[in-house]
């Protein structure tokens, strides 16, 4: 069977922990890319044939096309050691997934696309109207992440799991969006144990 196709803009974190995912487990992926900058998802041909929604990544295996990057992680994952055999650790493994894409993404996210790709002086009005707030739950995002971090090396169980790889791809480059993570010692040093995993790929 060909390697799984994922379409991606590669400035993306959200692509970027599907390639992780794919990384650890061994698993090879080819890309297809896009710039998100230049409408490149908004085309009617990709709109017709990758994903109606418009969005990266998606993640194509055979003809069939998986958007939405933490169910393309899971797609990979299944059966693996990144998805606990823990029924409980197994719940508690999305509960952080969901809390990247409800809490984390949408903040720290937000602010890195807006203040390094978009520029600041180019964000609309109603844009920098949301800054303030999307600072403010980003680092409330992130002090949760270190206080969790505090007592333990993973955010589940004993090991990594796919939390830990949704929650790595926007938290290391945090920074680029204006949050200082010095400031968050138990993340840092998290952010180190997962750079050391065998197989670890960097962003592009």
Known sequence: ????????????????????????????????QYDILAGETRTPEFLATVNANGRIPVLQI?????????????????GSALVPRDRFDRADMLRWMFFEQYSHEPNIATLRFWLRFVG???????????????????????????????SREWFVG???????????????????????????????????RLRSLPRFVAMD
Request: glycine share 10%.
């Open 62 to 78: 055979g003809e069939r096309f998986l958007p939405e990057s933490n169910a393309a992680c899971w797609y990979l994952a299944e």
């Open 1 to 32: 069977m060909a390697d799984p196709i994922l379409h991606e803009d590669p400035r993306s974190g959200n692509c970027y922990k599907i390639k992780l995912t794919a990384a650890l487990l061994g698993i090879g992926i080819e890309a297809s």
């Open 120 to 150: 600041e002086a180019n964000l609309s009005p109603q844009q920098k109207g949301q800054m303030m707030a999307k600072r403010i739950a980003g680092c409330e995002a992130l002090a949760l992440m270190d206080r969790h971090l505090a």
């Open 158 to 192: 004993d090991g990594v799991t796919l939390a830990d790889i949704a929650l790595f791809a926007y938290t290391h480059v945090a920074e680029e969006g204006g949050f200082g993570l010095d400031d968050y010692p138990a993340v840092g040093a998290w952010l180190s």
